[in-house]
């Protein structure tokens, strides 16, 4: 499975900006697919997730919450994160990752659920 992100850039504070994610290859459809983010000097993070199964489950960082909106089309094996309200403390590399198989709601956060990794794509919210 490949994964080729798009949609970083340099915003101001409180600007918008849209990722988008598409899986290719060999997939049948990811089950879960996640966006995270490593800030300059820090570890890598999670942002959101959302599923494939009915009622499409999503899951948020507290830090993002309000503010950023994760969806997705099953038909082309895309992920998006809409980014609203931007703050200098969201720059950072941002990452899409997908899972084949089913991620349990309590792992969806963690780095490890997702055997699929996009190349990254760079985020700056600086004046």
């Known amino acids: 499975v490949q994964l080729q992100a798009s949609g970083g850039g340099l915003v101001q504070p409180g600007g918008s900006l849209r990722l988008s994610c598409a899986a290719s290859?060999?997939?049948?459809?990811?089950?879960?697919m996640a966006w995270f983010r490593q800030p300059p000097g820090k570890e890598r993070e999670f942002v959101a997730a959302?599923?494939?199964?009915?009622?499409?489950?999503?899951l948020y960082a507290d830090s993002v919450k309000g503010r950023f909106t994760i969806s997705r089309d099953n038909a082309k094996n895309t992920v998006h994160l809409q980014m609203n309200s931007l703050k200098p403390e969201d720059t950072a590399i941002y990452y899409c990752?997908?899972?084949?198989?089913?991620?349990?709601?309590?792992?969806?956060?963690?780095?490890?659920?997702?055997?699929?990794w996009g190349q990254g794509t760079q985020v700056t919210v600086s004046s």
């Open positions: 990752a997908v899972a084949e198989s089913h991620v349990i709601l309590s792992t969806m956060r963690s780095v490890t659920s997702y055997p699929y």
């Open positions: 290859g060999r997939t049948s459809g990811p089950s879960t």
């Open positions: 959302i599923r494939r199964s009915s009622g499409t489950h999503t």
